[in-house]
């Protein structure tokens, strides 16, 4: 049943919303750095830091490991707790330079979750990100808003219980699964951050229908 509501809400989002095209980014690099930044930050500062980076040319894993600290803090302080993420941004870009991101992206997709769990500052939401986003591998992301939105129809879980039964209810597919989080982030934006609870399609849709089936 819960498999049949998964794919359920991916049709009803796309329907309401339409196809999207998202992480936008131009390297797989770039992707790597976003996930970093947008902990804990609008995305509107991420692309302002990124385009800050970009300007100094530090938009590659050597470039940004070689750089001085204190540069990528001034240029990431937008996003705030900018010392924290300039040192993760560091670190991350000094494993990739130091590892090669062709041959760490190649490993198999839990290997490569497993790797970037073991890295500083990189949790569940960041890891999946990468994977997804920026090596192509199938995982699906759980983010905050798809938390909130599975809790408001009445299913809750952590983020591994929440991640199984969407990559249950799902064609193991990245396209798919980068779409869907997409539409999530998109809808949520528009509903659960200005709290118009009362005009959500999927509140009033899954919650009737958990009502008639009972």
Known sequence: MQNELVSEIYETLLGKIG????????T??????GTILTQQTKWTNVEKA?????MSDLMEPEKL???DVEQI???VRCCGFYRQ?????????????????DNIFSLPTDELRKIMLSLKGVGNETADSIVLYAADKPKFVIDAYTTRIMKCIGIEGNYMQLQSLFE???PSDVPLYKEYHALIVEYAKNYCGKK?????TLVHRFREKEVNNG
């Open 19 to 26: 196809h999207l095209h998202w992480w936008p980014a131009d």
């Open 85 to 101: 993420k300039a040192r993760r941004l560091q670190d991350i870009a000094g494993f990739f330079a130091t590892e090669g991101m």
């Open 196 to 200: 118009q609870c009362e005009d959500c």
């Open 50 to 54: 990124i385009e800050a980076l970009k």
């Open 168 to 170: 249950a209810g799902l």
């Open 28 to 33: 797989p690099f770039e992707v790597v750095v």
């Open 65 to 67: 490991a070689d750089a």
């Open 73 to 75: 803090e001034e240029l």
